[in-house]
């Protein structure tokens, strides 16, 4: 005799989401269960093969194995777990299911992903700002927070020096107590230990039993060169200390670049406008600029450059991150206009106007010739 489909024993498509799966589920769950049904065999069996199908299907990986191969899937142990209609089912209390099928409204979750006894520190963050020369240099950082750190005294077990911690009498370790309630079996956190399973009945004079102490903790942090704004910094094992031994959380450093006076980063490019003298510009001439390293860059200006014309400075940009390569630096030209001119000067400028052609100034003279045509067009 074949089995039964899997999708049939849920009562289902065999496109149905993961959701119209579980909510299937929790209606037969509840329908079937051998503890709302303790004199019913059928029941129990009827239980079995629901929870067997549910339990392949809410796999992604079962699931497709089983679309792909059928029952033959699982047999043989090729497929693990509960093979469908009637495998075995782990476990007949109540909690069980009652977890699965309310878990997620109750905030809670399996009990194996509830934190017992011993449990992983909180991880911590710290926010740097530097400078834009420390991002191109890298720079170590003296960083103070306080935070929870590992009793010294009892190496954080919360017990006084030479006892230990003891097995929790209310839950016997396990951290949770169930009660049952008509047909429903309740677990809850064990109110003796807090859901830690164990007690302390010899607590550590500097602690209290908590086995951490809030304290001010020093670390040094070297900034790499090349790190951009927004770059963060993961120190592995520096963060809060763990509860009842449990591994310390981690670090996490957020780090900001403030603005520089002088230079505009791109990434691993950097930008400079320079003030150039009209004199410069229209005869050519060289000037220095400085650069990020804190050094001073020579940049050629030919005959007749104009405002805004860039030029790149190879190499002269920013580190790279973990490189040894560097970015470019553009020397952005802004002519200076002359003010407060001498009757000498003025003289001069005004003798070179009247013999200024549109040899000299192309762009000027084209646009006014445009400017010309155009009055000429709207007066047709």
Request: glycine residues 12%; charged residues 30%; contains cysteine.
């Amino acid at each position: 005799m074949s089995k039964q489909d899997l999708y049939e024993t849920l009562g289902v498509a065999k496109n149905a989401s993961a959701d119209e799966l579980k909510k299937s589920y929790r209606k037969l769950a509840m329908k079937y269960h051998p503890d709302r049904n303790k004199d019913d065999k059928d029941a129990e069996q009827k239980f079995k093969e629901i929870s067997g199908a549910y339990d392949i299907l809410k796999d992604e990986q079962k699931r497709a194995a089983y679309d792909r191969m059928g029952h033959a899937a699982f047999e043989n142990g090729m497929g693990g777990g509960n093979a469908g209609a009637g495998g075995g089912f782990a476990g007949g209390n109540f909690s069980d299911i009652f977890e699965e099928m309310f878990g997620d409204f109750m905030g809670g979750g399996s009990r194996t992903s509830q934190s017992m006894g011993a449990r992983r520190g909180a991880d911590l963050s710290h926010e740097i700002s530097i400078s834009l020369d420390d991002a191109f240099n890298g720079k170590d950082i003296t960083i103070k927070a306080e935070t929870w750190q590992s009793c010294d005294p009892c190496s954080g077990s919360g017990a006084k020096k030479g006892s230990k911690p003891i097995v929790c009498d209310g839950c016997g370790g396990v951290g949770r107590v169930r009660a049952q309630q008509g047909f429903f079996t309740v677990e809850r956190t064990c109110p003796t230990c807090n859901g830690a399973g164990q007690t302390i009945k010899d607590p550590c004079a500097s602690c209290h039993g908590n086995g951490r102490l809030r304290k001010e903790k020093t670390l040094e942090v070297n900034i790499p060169a090349g790190v951009e704004s927004g770059t963060r910094m993961r120190l592995s094992s520096e963060g809060e200390a763990g509860v009842r031994g449990g591994p310390p959380g981690d670090l996490y450093v957020f780090i900001s670049v403030r603005p520089h006076d002088f230079f505009k980063r791109d990434g691993a490019n950097l930008y400079c406008r320079v003030p150039v003298s009209f004199n410069t510009v229209t005869l050519g001439g060289e000037l220095e600029v400085p650069t990020i390293d804190g050094k001073r860059a020579k940049v050629t200006i030919p005959a007749g450059t104009q405002t805004g014309q860039q030029f790149r400075l190879k190499s002269k940009g920013m580190r790279i991150l973990r490189s040894p390569s560097k970015g470019d630096l553009y020397v952005e030209v802004a002519v200076e206009t002359p003010i407060k001119l001498s009757k000498k000067q003025k003289k001069l400028m005004e003798d070179f106007g009247n013999s200024e052609t549109a040899q000299n100034t192309p762009k000027s003279h084209s646009f006014f010739d445009k400017v010309k045509e155009l009055w000429e067009d709207l007066k047709d």
